[in-house]
């Protein structure tokens, strides 16, 4: 069992950047490959990017790719999202999750574990 807990959110003006956060309990996130979603308003869940566990190949959505970076650092148990030259169609709830495979695969079924999500917010 893997818990989950994004952090980082907030409020931000187009343009800016934000980390997000996910801390990760037990002893074997290293062990997964992880990945973050988001959300928007009315709309379904999307992949955002992915790290795998064994390779360390990254995987990221087009809208994303070029401003954000997904890494990890085993040692804390943490999982992180930078997201630099946020637009205002980057806002939306965060997700980060967990999953068995060793590939950063960006179908949302194939992850186990989820947070309960961190709201960021981008304004024009």
């Known amino acids: 069992q893997v818990q989950l807990e994004e952090s980082g959110g907030g409020l931000v003006q187009a343009g800016g950047s934000l980390r997000l956060s996910c801390a990760a309990s037990?002893?074997?996130?290293?062990?997964?490959?992880m990945g973050w979603f988001r959300q928007a308003q009315g709309k379904e869940r999307v992949f955002v990017a992915a790290l795998s566990r064994s390779t360390g190949i990254t995987n990221y959505a087009d809208s994303v790719k070029g401003r954000f970076t997904i890494s990890r650092d085993n040692a804390k148990n943490t999982v992180y999202l930078q997201m630099n030259s946020l637009k205002v169609e980057d806002t939306a709830v965060y997700y980060c999750?967990?999953?068995?495979?060793?590939?950063?695969?960006?179908?949302?079924?194939?992850?186990?574990?989820w947070g309960q999500g961190t709201q960021v917010t981008v304004s024009s």
């Open positions: 999750a967990a999953t068995n495979s060793p590939v950063a695969t960006p179908f949302s079924g194939a992850y186990i574990y």
């Open positions: 037990g002893r074997t996130f290293s062990s997964y490959t």
